[in-house]
C-alpha cells in the first residue's frame, strides 16, 4: 500500500507544481469524489503532502514551500491566485501588525479605548483634521484598529476598513479555497511538530535560532494571511477546529513503537515531548475553591491547533515571528475570541515565564502586545471574565509572584513584627517583571462591567487587599544617628514604581466608574475589605497604641491606607455617603492616622537635613513621593486622611500628637537656660521643624485638592502652582500637572491655561540662543491665586518655593504694590469653602493646645529668639484661619481674662500647652494674660556659665542720647521689666506692656533671655536690690520707673536662624529692630560707652527718653535652700503680643491703627509703616509682616466688642503716651513719608541718568574700533602727520604700541575652509526638498561650483597649465575664509598665551596643537593671527598722482609691476606672514588647494589670489548679492569689523614672491601699451595661451591689487580698474553677440555702422564684434527662426549692466577697503550699475539718463588705442576660435553668469511630509536604511549618521559629505530627531530644531508625536549663521566628532 501511496505521488511530483496543482484542486473540487481520506482531504493530496511535509525535512526547504503555494494557487501561478484571492477580500477591519519601533498614530477624538492605535495608511485616509492626535513609535508593538467599532468611532475610519466597506463585495467562487482548505491542517501540523522537536533546548538563544531556521516557513503563513479575509478565514478555521486538530495529533498518540512505521514512531516521540513540555511549565497554586476552574488548572489540555500553538509561543518566550502570526488573524472575529480563550488559559503560566525570563523587558513588551489587542474589547473581557474567572487568574497570578520575594518587615519592633513585605532588590521589582499582569489588569478594569465584577466579589477583593498588604509598608528607612551610611540602596525606586503600578492605577481604575449612589454598594464593600486589611496589618506589625516610637524610621509606602483615603472620598463626593456612616471607631481611626502622619513628618525631617547620612537616596524619595505622577496618589490621599482625623478626632489630641511627631513639645519650652533637648533633633534643627509644623497645619486646614474643589478649580490651582513656580512650555505644563494616573487626560486645560497664562511667542537671541514659545503667569494669578502653601506641597525642590517667592516679590514691586525696603509675606490665600460632607478642617484649631502654641511662638518671636518671619507669617495665618472659623463668643464684662478660682495656687507648667487656658473658647483665649509659667525640673547643674555678674561704672551724662550696642553677630534687643508684684493678679501692671522681658529679681523666677544672646535689663524702683537704680521719669503716668538697657553678651555659638526651608530662605531673616518701650523716641547715637568693647554701633535706635546718672548692674545670687520650682514670668496675652510684634516690625511704638486700613489711598497694598492695603472687592493678601497682623487684629476686633475693646485698652498700657499725641504722631508720619518718596524719586531719577551714562559709554566703545585712532587725513596737514603710524591695543598685555617690522603686532582671526559660493545657482528660487516620488531630483549640474568645474576641465584641456592657472580663480568650493573679531595683540604675547593653554591641559573644546585659541577680550573661537605691516593705516600714498596724463599712468603701472620686489626682507614680520599663510593652507582641504594641477609658482599664486577672491564674494553673499542699500529689517550678515585689508597685506607679500613671469605683458595687452622694444602692436600669440578675452576680470583685477604695491595713490586704482573694466566689456559684448540669432546679428550688420572711435553705444560695440565674427566660425550659422521678433538693442543693454555688475561689485569692494571710501548709497538695484561706475570713477562726468549706457564707462588713453588694443584680443580669440572651435563657443557663452545667492533648501511647512517619505528611505551608497536617517540641507543627499556601513578610510558619510559638500561645514536634519546637527570641521553640536508645534515648542526624538510646523524665523537664523560662517560664535555645545559621525 505504501508503495502504492508512493508511486501516485510520484506520479504527481513528476507532473510538476502547475499540473500536480491542477489535478489536485480537480479531485477536491470533485464533490462526488467518494475516496476522501479520513483527515478531510483527498487522499492523493495526503499521499502527496506525506511526502512534501515529511519531518525529517528542514522546515524552510524552499521547495517545499513553493510546492505548498502551487497546491494551493490550483492550476494559476501563486502570484495570480494571491491577486485573484485579494478581490474577493471582504475584511472590515485593517489589523496591520506591527513590531516595536513602528510609527503610528492614535487619535484621542477618535479613539474609544485608550490604546486604540492606526496605521500611517489608515490614519492618512482617515478624517482627523483638527483632532487631538499624535504621531508615536510604538514601543512594544501593536495592530491597526481602523474597522473595529469597539476600539474606535467610526468617523475615524478609513475608506477602506468599517461596516459599509464589505458592502457591494462579490462572493468568492466555491472551488477557489477548496485546496487551500485541505492543505491547512498539514502546513500547521508541520510547524506544531517543528516547534516541539527544537523545544528540548533550554538556552534562549537556541530558541531563537530555532525560530530563525523557521522563518521562511512562518513568512509563507503570513504572506498567506495577507492575502486577505478569505485565505485568513481557512487559516483560522483550521487552528480553531477542534476536530481537525484531534484525527490529526489522536492517531500519532495512540500509536506505539511496536510494528508501526517509521513516522508513526516519529509521532509517539513527539507526543511525549509535547507532554513533558506542558508538564515543565507549571502555574501558580490557586486556592481550594478555583483548582477546578480551566485557566488554573494545573494539567493544561489543549483541544485545537491555536492552543497548542499558543503554548508553544509562550514555552518559546514569545518569539516576535509567531506573535505576529497570530496577531495578523485577529480581523477573523472567531479566532479573536478563540485566541483570547487560549491566551488565558496559559495566562498564570505567563507570569511564571515573566518571573524567571533573563529578559523580562522584551519579554513584557511581547506579552503586552498580544494581551492590549485581546483585552480591549469590552464584551470579549467581560466574557473571559465570565467563563474563565480571567480576573482570579491576574489576581492570583500576581499575588504568586509577589509572593516569591517577600521577606520580614522591620517596621517598628522587628521582634514583634510578623508581617511580610516584597524584597524591593529583587529582579521581580527591579526589573518590573510584573508590568505586563499589571497592564492587562488596568486594561480590563477599564471596562465598567468587569470593574464591577471585581468590585462585587468579596474573595476577589480579599485575594486583591491580601496583594497589596505585601506592599504595605515595604522599603524601611532607618535614620543613620551616627555615620554617613556607606552604601546607598537603589531601592527606592522600584518600590514606588510598584505602588504606582500595581497599586495606584487598579485603584484609579476602580474609583473611575464610581459615580452615583446606584454603586454606593460597591464602595463600601470595597471599604469594609479595606479596613479589615489594615486592622489586620495593624495586628501583624504589633501597632496597638499610637505612643509607639517611630521617630527614625519611616516607609512612604501606604497603599492600604490610600486605597481607604480614595474610595471614601469619592463614596462621600461622588455617590452620597454619610463620611461617620464610612469611618471607624476612633480608636482605630487615630491608629490609622499615625503612619501616614509619619510619611509627613518624614518629609519635613528630610528636606531639614535630618537624614542627611542617609545619603541622596532618601531626599529622591521625599521628592517622588510629592512629584507630579505620584502626588495624586499618595500625598494627596495622605493629607486628605488626615484631614478627616483632625476632623473626628478630639482637637487636643490630634494637635498634641502633631506637635510630639513633629518633635517640636521641647521647643515650647520657655526655659531659657536649660532648655529640654529631644533626643531626635539636633540644635540646628529645632526651629526648622516648627515651621515645618507650622506649614503642615497650615497645609492641613487650607488644603481643598478632596474637600471640596471641582475639577476645574483643582485645574486652575494646579497650573497656577507650575506658573508661579517658573515660566513653562505647553509641553511642561500637560507632563507636570498631577494626573490620577490611568485617567484621560484633563479637559479643562487648554480653558484653565487660557484663563490664568499668558503666552510669551520665541526669540531669537543675538548669540544664537533660541527660546522655545513659554506660558508665565497673568497679573491676577500673583494677585488673586498664587498659593505658597500649595506651591509648598508640590515643590519637588525646595528651591522652587523660594523662586516662586522670589517672583511674586517682584511683581508686587514692580507694580508698586509695596513700598520699596519692604518683604512681602506670603500670600496665605483664605481656603475654599469645604464640601457641605465635612466639617472644616480649620476646627482642629479650636483648641487650647494651639492656642498656647501660638502664644509661645509669639512670645519668642517678639523676645527675639531668632524666629524668622516666615514662622511669624505661618503663625499669624493660622491664628487667623482660627478666628475666621471661631464660635461666636457669649458677652463678657471682663476684656482682660485672668485666671481666677485657683489665684497664685494655680500651676501653669512649661510645655504642658493642654494647661495653659481654662477653656478653648478663642475670644478669651487671645485676652488671657499667661502671668507666669513654671519650669519643669531638672537636675542643677553646676556649670558656672549661668553665674554671671557685671558692672558699669563710668556714668552716661545724658540717656536721652543713648544707644543700644549692636554686636555684629547679634541682634539688640531689649527685656521688659519684671511685674510690680508677684501675688496681687488682679492690677495689670505697667511691666507688662513692655515688648521684651527682664531677668527676675528673686532666685526662683527667671525671665526669658533671648537666643541671640542680648540682654537688656530694667526693673522696680521700690526694691532694695534692683538690678537698676531709680531715677525720676518725667513723661511717664505710673508711678514705677522703668529703665531698659542692652548690653552685648560674647556668645560666639550662637547662630541665627533665617527660616531656612531645606536650605533656602523663605523670607529673608528678620532685620535689626529697634525695641520700641513706652517713653521712647528715635534719637541718634552720638556717643557709646567707653566700658564695653563694641564693634559696631547702630547710627538710630529707639531708646528710653529717661535721665539716669548712675549705672550699676550687678545678678543677685539666687536664695539659697530654696525649694519652690522656678518660673518664668510671662504677662503676656496674644491681643498684647500682636501688638507688639506689629510695633516690633513696623519699627514705630503703637504703630497698630485700626482705622488706617480704609484710609489708604496710595498704591501700596501692604507696607511696614502704613500696614495698609489698596480697596480690593475682596481682602488684598499682599502685603508685609504688619499688614498680615493689622487684618488679623481686625479681625479680632471684629470677632465680638470685647475683644476690640481689650485691643484698644492693650494699646493704652503699653503705649500711654502714644495716644495722648497720636493725631501729631500721625501727621508726622505722614511728613517723613512724603519725605522719603520724594528721596526715592530723586534717587531713581539719578540711578536712570547713571545707567544711561553707563549705555553711553559701552556703545561708544563698541564702535569705536579697539586702539584704532581717528586720525584724518588732510592735505592740509603737516609732512610730518602724512607718515605717523597707526596703533593698537594688545588685549594681552594692554599696551598701545605700532606694529614693526621686529615687534609686529597681529589681528585675531579665524580661518576655515568654506564651500558657501559654490551652492550659488542662476535661479533665485529655493530648491524643493523632495517629500514624495513625484518630486523633481535636486541636480548637482548647475551650482557654481559645477559651472567652474567644467570650465577649467575645459581651458585645461585646450590651454598650457602655467596659462590658465593665471586666468582664473579657484576657491568657491573649500575656499578660504577670514574672519576677526576686530582685537589685536603682540605676536609674542600670542606665543606666550598659546604655550600657556597648552600646558592647562583642561581645554577640552579647543585644539591647541592646531593653533586654536579664544580671543582672551571676547572669547571667540580664532586659531590664527594676521600680522600688520606698519605701512596699515598711513594717512598718505607713498606714491602720489602727479595729475599725469592716462598714458603716463598706464606707464608708471607698468614699471611697477617690473619692479616687484620678489625677496621680502627678512623680519619678524616677514615669518608671522609666512605662518599665516600657512594657517590658510592647512585650513583647507588638500583636494581643493592644489586644483588639477601639481605645485607650481602659478598653481600657488593661483590659490593666493584665489583666498582673496572668496573673502570678496562671500563679503558680497553677506550683503545680499548686491552693494544695494539692506532695508532696516534685515539682519546684517557682514562681520562688524572686517580684516579684508590685513589679509591682503599677506597675500600681497606671498604674490610677489611667487610671480616669476612677466606680468607686465599681460598688462601690455591690456592697456595698449608699446612692447620693449619696440615692435608691431599685434603681438604674437604664445602657442596654447589663454586668450585675455577668455581670463576672468575679476582675477585680473585681484593679481594687479596684489602685485602693484598697496598703498599707491587711489587714481592708480582707478586706471587698473578702467583698463580690466574695457576686457570685461568686450567679453560681455562677444558673450551676447553669440547668443543673437542669425536674423539679429544680420539685422545688426545692415543698419550698423563702423565708428571712427571708441564705441560710445552697445549697438556701435556690437556692430565692431559682429562684423568681426561674421566671417569666423564662431557663429552658428543655419537657423532663421530663433528670433523672429524685431531686433530690439534697448532689451540687450540691462543683460549687458547685469553680467558687468559681479566685477564692478568687486572692484567697488576694494576701493571701500583699500582707500575707506564709503560706499554708494544705492537705493534700487535698476541703478546699482550707475552708481557703481560713477563711484569707481569710471564715469566722471554727469549725462542724461537717456544717454546712459554702459558703453561710456570704456575708458582708453587716446582714440588709437581705443581701436587697436580691442583688436589685438579679438585676433587672439579668433587664432583660439580657428583652433577649436567647440571650445571657443563652450567658453564664451557661459563666461559670465549672474549668479544668485547661495540658499539652503526649501522645506515643506509640515515635518510629517518629511518624516513619512524620509525615515525609511535607503541611502543611496549602502542601501540599506539608516538608523538615523539625515538630510543635508544643502544638496539633499541622504546619509547614514553614526553608522559604520558608509565608512570611508575610517571617516562616517555625515563627515566626509560635510567636507566634500560644504567644505568642512555640514548641515543635517536628523528624520526620527527633527533635530539640525552641524558639523564645523573636527566638531560638531545639536543646532536645535527647525519644526515646532502649535504651541512654537520643539519635540526632539518625537516623543510627543504632535504636528510640527516649519519655524521660518529659526530657518532664516540656520542660513544666515551658515552665509555670515558664524556657527563657531553660536553658543552651542561643541564636542569632537573624531570622523564618527
Known amino acids: 500500500m505504501a508503495s502504492t501511496s508512493n508511486t501516485s505521488a510520484q506520479v504527481l511530483i513528476n507532473k510538476g507544481k502547475r499540473g500536480a496543482a491542477a489535478y489536485i484542486h480537480a479531485e477536491c473540487s470533485n464533490l462526488t469524489n467518494s475516496n476522501i481520506s479520513s483527515s478531510g482531504s483527498p487522499t492523493y493530496l495526503n499521499e502527496l503532502l506525506d511526502i512534501l511535509l515529511i519531518p525529517s525535512k528542514a522546515i524552510d526547504d524552499w521547495e517545499t514551500i513553493d510546492w505548498c503555494k502551487w497546491l494551493m494557487a490550483g492550476g494559476r501561478t501563486p502570484d495570480e491566485f494571491t491577486n485573484t484571492v485579494r478581490i474577493y477580500d471582504n475584511a472590515t477591519t485593517c489589523g496591520l501588525v506591527w513590531t516595536p519601533n513602528f510609527v503610528a498614530y492614535r487619535c484621542r477624538t477618535c479613539g474609544i479605548s485608550p490604546c486604540m492605535s492606526l496605521c500611517t495608511e489608515c490614519f492618512k485616509k482617515g478624517n482627523h483634521h483638527r483632532h487631538d492626535f499624535n504621531m508615536f513609535l510604538s514601543q512594544a508593538g501593536g495592530a491597526c484598529d481602523c474597522g473595529d467599532t469597539s476600539v474606535m468611532k467610526e468617523t475615524g475610519f478609513c475608506d477602506k476598513h468599517g461596516p459599509k466597506a464589505a458592502v457591494n463585495k462579490v462572493a468568492a467562487p466555491s472551488d477557489l479555497m477548496c485546496v487551500a482548505e485541505a492543505i491547512m491542517p498539514r502546513i500547521i501540523l508541520r510547524l506544531i511538530q517543528y516547534l516541539r522537536d527544537n523545544c528540548k533546548v533550554k538556552a534562549p538563544d537556541d530558541y531563537r535560532l530555532a525560530i530563525q531556521d523557521a522563518d521562511a516557513y512562518l513568512t509563507m503563513l503570513l504572506d498567506l494571511n495577507n492575502m486577505g479575509a478569505l485565505m485568513r478565514h481557512v487559516i483560522t478555521s483550521a487552528l480553531t477546529n477542534p476536530q481537525k486538530y484531534r484525527n490529526l495529533m489522536d492517531a500519532a498518540a495512540a500509536s506505539s513503537s511496536s510494528g508501526q512505521s517509521e513516522y508513526d514512531n516519529y509521532c509517539h516521540n513527539s507526543n511525549e515531548i509535547y507532554q513533558d513540555a506542558v508538564k515543565s511549565l507549571p502555574n501558580p497554586e490557586p486556592p481550594d475553591e478555583y483548582k477546578e476552574c480551566a485557566s488554573l488548572q494545573e494539567h493544561l489540555k489543549h483541544s485545537t491547533f491555536l492552543e497548542e500553538l499558543v503554548f508553544w509561543t509562550v514555552a518559546y518566550e514569545f518569539p516576535q515571528k509567531l506573535v505576529c502570526l497570530l496577531l495578523n488573524m485577529l480581523p477573523d472575529p472567531d479566532y479573536k475570541e478563540a485566541l483570547t480563550r487560549a491566551f488565558v488559559l496559559h495566562y498564570s503560566r505567563i507570569s511564571m515565564m515573566l518571573e524567571r525570563s533573563q529578559d523580562p523587558d522584551t519579554l513584557s513588551n511581547r506579552v503586552v502586545h498580544i494581551s492590549v489587542q485581546l483585552f480591549s474589547n469590552e464584551k470579549l473581557a467581560l466574557r473571559m471574565v465570565d467563563q474563565l474567572k480571567l480576573l482570579h487568574v491576574m489576581v492570583i497570578s500576581l499575588k504568586y509572584m509577589m509572593s516569591k520575594i517577600l521577606i520580614q518587615n522591620t517596621l517598628h519592633d522587628p521582634d514583634k513584627n510578623f508581617h511580610y513585605v516584597v524584597d524591593c532588590g529583587r529582579q521581580v521589582m527591579k526589573e518590573h517583571c510584573y508590568w505586563p499582569l499589571v497592564s492587562d489588569l488596568n486594561n480590563v478594569l477599564s471596562h465598567k462591567p468587569v470593574a464591577v465584577r471585581f468590585m462585587s466579589d468579596d474573595s476577589l477583593l480579599e485575594m486583591w487587599f491580601d496583594f497589596l498588604s505585601m506592599f504595605q509598608g515595604m522599603n524601611v528607612n532607618q535614620r543613620e544617628m551616627n555615620e554617613h551610611v556607606e552604601f546607598e540602596p537603589n531601592t527606592y525606586y522600584a518600590a514606588f514604581s510598584a505602588e504606582l503600578e500595581a497599586s495606584a492605577y487598579p485603584m484609579w481604575a476602580l474609583v473611575s466608574h464610581l459615580r452615583g449612589p446606584e454603586n454606593l454598594v460597591l464602595s463600601r464593600r470595597v471599604l469594609t475589605v479595606c479596613l479589615t486589611a489594615l486592622q489586620d496589618w495593624l495586628d501583624a506589625i504589633n501597632y496597638t497604641h499610637p505612643n509607639v516610637s517611630d521617630s527614625l524610621q519611616v516607609s512612604f509606602h501606604l497603599p492600604l491606607h490610600r486605597y481607604f483615603a480614595v474610595f471614601m472620598c469619592q463614596a462621600v463626593q461622588q455617590q452620597g455617603a454619610v463620611l461617620h456612616d464610612l469611618l471607624p471607631p476612633t480608636d482605630m481611626l487615630h491608629l490609622i492616622m499615625m503612619h501616614p502622619l509619619r510619611v509627613q513628618v518624614a518629609s519635613y525631617e528630610i528636606h531639614n537635613k535630618l537624614w542627611v547620612r542617609n545619603g541622596v537616596q532618601i531626599r529622591g524619595q521625599a521628592m517622588t513621593y510629592i512629584q507630579c505622577n505620584f502626588c495624586n496618589s499618595m500625598v494627596d490621599a495622605d493629607v486628605y486622611l488626615l484631614q478627616i482625623c483632625a476632623i473626628k478626632l478630639q482637637p487636643e489630641v490630634f494637635l498634641k500628637t502633631v506637635i510630639d511627631k513633629f518633635h517640636v513639645r521641647e521647643w515650647m519650652s520657655l526655659n531659657v537656660?536649660?532648655?529640654?533637648?529631644?533626643?531626635?533633633?539636633?540644635?540646628?534643627?529645632?526651629?526648622?521643624?516648627?515651621?515645618?509644623?507650622?506649614?503642615?497645619?497650615?497645609?492641613?486646614?487650607?488644603?481643598?485638592?478632596?474637600?471640596?474643589?471641582?475639577?476645574?478649580?483643582?485645574?486652575?490651582?494646579?497650573?497656577?502652582?507650575?506658573?508661579?513656580?517658573?515660566?513653562?512650555?505647553?509641553?511642561?505644563?500637560?507632563?507636570?500637572?498631577?494626573?490620577?494616573?490611568?485617567?484621560?487626560?484633563?479637559?479643562?486645560?487648554?480653558?484653565?491655561?487660557?484663563?490664568?497664562?499668558?503666552?510669551?511667542?520665541?526669540?531669537?537671541?543675538?548669540?544664537?540662543?533660541?527660546?522655545?514659545?513659554?506660558?508665565?503667569?497673568?497679573?491676577?494669578?500673583?494677585?488673586?491665586?498664587?498659593?505658597?502653601?500649595?506651591?509648598?506641597?508640590?515643590?519637588?525642590?525646595?528651591?522652587?518655593?523660594?523662586?516662586?517667592?522670589?517672583?511674586?516679590?517682584?511683581?508686587?514691586?514692580?507694580?508698586?504694590?509695596?513700598?520699596?525696603?519692604?518683604?512681602?509675606?506670603?500670600?496665605?490665600?483664605?481656603?475654599?469653602?469645604?464640601?457641605?460632607?465635612?466639617?472644616?478642617?480649620?476646627?482642629?484649631?479650636?483648641?487650647?493646645?494651639?492656642?498656647?502654641?501660638?502664644?509661645?511662638?509669639?512670645?519668642?518671636?517678639?523676645?527675639?529668639?531668632?524666629?524668622?518671619?516666615?514662622?511669624?507669617?505661618?503663625?499669624?495665618?493660622?491664628?487667623?484661619?482660627?478666628?475666621?472659623?471661631?464660635?461666636?463668643?457669649?458677652?463678657?464684662?471682663?476684656?482682660?481674662?485672668?485666671?481666677?478660682?485657683?489665684?497664685?495656687?494655680?500651676?501653669?507648667?512649661?510645655?504642658?500647652?493642654?494647661?495653659?487656658?481654662?477653656?478653648?473658647?478663642?475670644?478669651?483665649?487671645?485676652?488671657?494674660?499667661?502671668?507666669?509659667?513654671?519650669?519643669?525640673?531638672?537636675?542643677?547643674?553646676?556649670?558656672?556659665?549661668?553665674?554671671?555678674?557685671?558692672?558699669?561704672?563710668?556714668?552716661?551724662?545724658?540717656?536721652?542720647?543713648?544707644?543700644?550696642?549692636?554686636?555684629?553677630?547679634?541682634?539688640?534687643?531689649?527685656?521688659?521689666?519684671?511685674?510690680?508684684?508677684?501675688?496681687?493678679?488682679?492690677?495689670?501692671?505697667?511691666?507688662?506692656?513692655?515688648?521684651?522681658?527682664?531677668?527676675?529679681?528673686?532666685?526662683?523666677?527667671?525671665?526669658?533671655?533671648?537666643?541671640?544672646?542680648?540682654?537688656?535689663?530694667?526693673?522696680?524702683?521700690?526694691?532694695?536690690?534692683?538690678?537698676?537704680?531709680?531715677?525720676?521719669?518725667?513723661l511717664s503716668q505710673s508711678t514705677d520707673e522703668i529703665m531698659t538697657v542692652a548690653v552685648a553678651l560674647s556668645e560666639p555659638g550662637l547662630t541665627s536662624d533665617d527660616g531656612a526651608i531645606g536650605g533656602q530662605a523663605a523670607l529673608p531673616p528678620t532685620p535689626l529692630r529697634p525695641a520700641v518701650m513706652p517713653g521712647n523716641d528715635i534719637v541718634s547715637t552720638p556717643m557709646m560707652y567707653s566700658g564695653l568693647t563694641i564693634r559696631g554701633v547702630t547710627s538710630t535706635e529707639i531708646v528710653p527718653s529717661t535721665l539716669n546718672p548712675h549705672n550699676h548692674f550687678k545678678r543677685k545670687e539666687p536664695q539659697s535652700g530654696s525649694s519652690q520650682p522656678q518660673t518664668v514670668k510671662v504677662g503676656e496675652s496674644i491681643i498684647s503680643l500682636l501688638l507688639r510684634l506689629h510695633s516690633q516690625l513696623s519699627g514705630v511704638p503703637d504703630s497698630y491703627n485700626p482705622e488706617q486700613l480704609n484710609q489708604t489711598t496710595d498704591n501700596e497694598a501692604g507696607s511696614s509703616s502704613s500696614s495698609s492695603a489698596r480697596i480690593h472687592p475682596r481682602e488684598s493678601r499682599i502685603g508685609d509682616g504688619p499688614f498680615f497682623i493689622s487684618q488679623l487684629l481686625n479681625k479680632i476686633g471684629n470677632l465680638d466688642p470685647v475683644c476690640k475693646e481689650n485691643i484698644t485698652e492693650t494699646r493704652n498700657r503699653l503705649w500711654p503716651r502714644m495716644h495722648e499725641d497720636e493725631q501729631c504722631e500721625k501727621e508726622n508720619r505722614e511728613r517723613e513719608e512724603r519725605r522719603r518718596r520724594a528721596k526715592e524719586r530723586q534717587e531713581k531719577v539719578l540711578a536712570d541718568f547713571l545707567d544711561q551714562q553707563k549705555k553711553f559709554m559701552e556703545t561708544n566703545m563698541e564702535t569705536d574700533e579697539a586702539g584704532v585712532s581717528n586720525m584724518d587725513c588732510s592735505e592740509q596737514e603737516e609732512p610730518t602727520k602724512l607718515a605717523s603710524k597707526k596703533e593698537y591695543d594688545c588685549v594681552i598685555c594692554n599696551q598701545t604700541t605700532a606694529s614693526s617690522e621686529d615687534k609686529p603686532m597681529g589681528l585675531v582671526v579665524l580661518v576655515q575652509a568654506t564651500s558657501v559660493i559654490s551652492h550659488e545657482r542662476q535661479q533665485p528660487e529655493r530648491l524643493v526638498l523632495p517629500t514624495s516620488d513625484e518630486d523633481p531630483p535636486i541636480s548637482k549640474s548647475n551650482t557654481r561650483s559645477a559651472h567652474f568645474e567644467q570650465r577649467i576641465s575645459e581651458m585645461n584641456r585646450d590651454f598650457d597649465t602655467p596659462s590658465w592657472l593665471l586666468s582664473v580663480n579657484i576657491g568657491w568650493e573649500g575656499g578660504v575664509h577670514v574672519q576677526t573679531c576686530g582685537h589685536h595683540l603682540h605676536l609674542d604675547c600670542l606665543k606666550s598665551y598659546l604655550e600657556s593653554l597648552r600646558s592647562q591641559h583642561r581645554q577640552q573644546n579647543l585644539a591647541v596643537d592646531r593653533g586654536e585659541y579664544f580671543c582672551p577680550l571676547c572669547r571667540q573661537l580664532a586659531n590664527s593671527v594676521l600680522p600688520l605691516s606698519p605701512q596699515l593705516g598711513e594717512c598718505a600714498a607713498v606714491v602720489r598722482s602727479r595729475h599725469a596724463s592716462p598714458m603716463a599712468i598706464l606707464t608708471e603701472l607698468n614699471s611697477f609691476l617690473k619692479e616687484i620686489q620678489r625677496n621680502p626682507i627678512s623680519s619678524n614680520l616677514a615669518v608671522a606672514m609666512g605662518k599665516a599663510m600657512e594657517d590658510m593652507t592647512s585650513s583647507t582641504y588638500l583636494r581643493y588647494n592644489q586644483r588639477n594641477a601639481t605645485p607650481s609658482h602659478q598653481s600657488l599664486f593661483l590659490f593666493v589670489t584665489s583666498v582673496a577672491r572668496t573673502n570678496f564674494e562671500i563679503e558680497l553673499v553677506q550683503r545680499g548679492g548686491s552693494l544695494c542699500t539692506a532695508s532696516a529689517v534685515s539682519v546684517p550678515l557682514t562681520p562688524k569689523r572686517d580684516c579684508i585689508v590685513a589679509l591682503l597685506h599677506v597675500l600681497a607679500m606671498h604674490a610677489r614672491v611667487l610671480t616669476n613671469w612677466p606680468v607686465w605683458q599681460t598688462w601690455q595687452q591690456l592697456s595698449g601699451l608699446l612692447p620693449e622694444p619696440a615692435a608691431p602692436l599685434a603681438l604674437t600669440l604664445i602657442e596654447n595661451e589663454v586668450p585675455l578675452l577668455l581670463r576672468d576680470p575679476t582675477a585680473l583685477l585681484i593679481q594687479f591689487v596684489l602685485l602693484l604695491p598697496l598703498h599707491l595713490d587711489q587714481t592708480y586704482f582707478s586706471s587698473v580698474v578702467k583698463v580690466v573694466y574695457n576686457l570685461l566689456y568686450y567679453q560681455v559684448i562677444i558673450q551676447i553677440s553669440y547668443n543673437l540669432s542669425h536674423v539679429d546679428r544680420s539685422t545688426l550688420l545692415r543698419r550698423g555702422r563702423a565708428c571712427q572711435g571708441a564705441p560710445t553705444t552697445l549697438e556701435e560695440a556690437l556692430y565692431s564684434v559682429v562684423s568681426y565674427f561674421s566671417n569666423t566660425e564662431l557663429y552658428q550659422r543655419g537657423s532663421t527662426l530663433m528670433h523672429s521678433a524685431r531686433f530690439n538693442i534697448q532689451l540687450l543693454e540691462p543683460q549687458v549692466q547685469k553680467l558687468c555688475l559681479p566685477f564692478l561689485r568687486v572692484a567697488a569692494l576694494l576701493r571701500y577697503h583699500l582707500y575707506e571710501q564709503p560706499l554708494p548709497v544705492v537705493r534700487t538695484p535698476q541703478t546699482e550699475f550707475v552708481r557703481l561706475v560713477y563711484y569707481l570713477e569710471l564715469v566722471t562726468e554727469g549725462m542724461d539718463w537717456e544717454c546712459f549706457n554702459s558703453a561710456v564707462a570704456l575708458n582708453w588713453q587716446d582714440s588709437d588705442a581705443s581701436m587697436a588694443v580691442p583688436r589685438l584680443w579679438l585676433d587672439q580669440f579668433n587664432a583660439f576660435v580657428n583652433r577649436s572651435v567647440d571650445s571657443a563657443r563652450s567658453l564664451i557663452t557661459t563666461q559670465h553668469i549672474y549668479w544668485q545667492v547661495p540658499k539652503l533648501l526649501n522645506l515643506p511647512r509640515e515635518y510629517e511630509k518629511i518624516f513619512t517619505y524620509y525615515h525609511e528611505r535607503q541611502c543611496r551608497q549602502c542601501h540599506s536604511v539608516p538608523q538615523e536617517t539625515s538630510i543635508c540641507l544643502l544638496c539633499g543627499t541622504i546619509v547614514c549618521l553614526k553608522q559604520n556601513c558608509c565608512k570611508q578610510q575610517n571617516v562616517c558619510e555625515a563627515v566626509k559629505h560635510s567636507v566634500d559638500c560644504g567644505g568642512g561645514t555640514g548641515i543635517y536634519l536628523v528624520v526620527t530627531s527633527t533635530y539640525v546637527i552641524v558639523i564645523r570641521g573636527k566638531r560638531a553640536c545639536l543646532w536645535g530644531s527647525l519644526y515646532l508645534d502649535e504651541f512654537d515648542e520643539e519635540d526632539r526624538d518625537l516623543k510627543r508625536g504632535k504636528p510640527l510646523y516649519l519655524s521660518q524665523d529659526r530657518y532664516q537664523l540656520l542660513e544666515q549663521q551658515w552665509i555670515a560662517h558664524r556657527f563657531d560664535h553660536t553658543k552651542k555645545t561643541w564636542v569632537w566628532h573624531r570622523d564618527a559621525l
Not at 722 to 731: A, E, N, P, R, V
Not at 743 to 757: D, H, K, P
Not at 807 to 827: D, H, I
Not at 991 to 1010: C, H, K, N, R
Open 673 to 1034: 537656660y536649660h532648655p529640654p533637648q529631644n533626643e531626635y533633633l539636633e540644635g540646628e534643627h529645632d526651629t526648622p521643624m516648627l515651621e515645618s509644623c507650622l506649614t503642615f497645619l497650615a497645609t492641613l486646614v487650607s488644603v481643598r485638592t478632596n474637600l471640596g474643589l471641582s475639577d476645574p478649580e483643582l485645574s486652575c490651582l494646579e497650573m497656577v502652582t507650575l506658573l508661579c513656580i517658573g515660566d513653562k512650555t505647553h509641553s511642561q505644563l500637560m507632563e507636570l500637572m498631577p494626573e490620577r494616573c490611568g485617567t484621560t487626560a484633563n479637559r479643562e486645560f487648554e480653558t484653565v491655561l487660557a484663563e490664568v497664562a499668558q503666552y510669551r511667542a520665541p526669540s531669537l537671541e543675538a548669540s544664537g540662543n533660541m527660546q522655545q514659545g513659554m506660558y508665565g503667569p497673568k497679573a491676577r494669578v500673583w494677585d488673586e491665586l498664587f498659593d505658597p502653601l500649595h506651591v509648598l506641597l508640590r515643590a519637588v525642590h525646595r528651591t522652587d518655593f523660594q523662586v516662586s517667592m522670589d517672583r511674586f516679590t517682584e511683581y508686587v514691586k514692580q507694580t508698586g504694590q509695596l513700598k520699596s525696603g519692604a518683604t512681602p509675606w506670603p500670600p496665605f490665600r483664605h481656603p475654599a469653602p469645604v464640601s457641605s460632607d465635612y466639617d472644616d478642617p480649620r476646627l482642629v484649631l479650636r483648641s487650647r493646645v494651639f492656642h498656647a502654641m501660638i502664644l509661645v511662638v509669639l512670645y519668642k518671636s517678639v523676645n527675639g529668639h531668632n524666629v524668622s518671619e516666615h514662622i511669624m507669617a505661618l503663625a499669624i495665618y493660622l491664628l487667623e484661619m482660627a478666628v475666621m472659623t471661631a464660635e461666636v463668643p457669649e458677652k463678657s464684662a471682663n476684656p482682660v481674662c485672668r485666671y481666677s478660682g485657683g489665684g497664685a495656687s494655680r500651676v501653669i507648667k512649661d510645655m504642658d500647652l493642654a494647661g495653659w487656658y481654662e477653656g478653648d473658647s478663642l475670644s478669651a483665649n487671645l485676652r488671657t494674660i499667661i502671668p507666669r509659667i513654671t519650669l519643669v525640673q531638672e537636675p542643677e547643674s553646676n556649670s558656672s556659665d549661668s553665674e554671671f555678674e557685671w558692672e558699669i561704672h563710668d556714668s552716661v551724662t545724658d540717656l536721652s542720647t543713648s544707644l543700644m550696642l549692636h554686636d555684629e553677630r547679634h541682634e539688640v534687643l531689649a527685656l521688659p521689666p519684671l511685674d510690680i508684684t508677684e501675688d496681687n493678679e488682679e492690677a495689670a501692671p505697667p511691666m507688662d506692656q513692655y515688648p521684651l522681658q527682664a531677668l527676675p529679681s528673686t532666685g526662683g523666677e527667671y525671665s526669658m533671655i533671648p537666643e541671640d544672646g542680648i540682654v537688656a535689663l530694667a526693673s522696680r524702683t521700690n526694691s532694695d536690690d534692683d538690678l537698676v537704680p531709680t531715677s525720676p521719669r518725667a
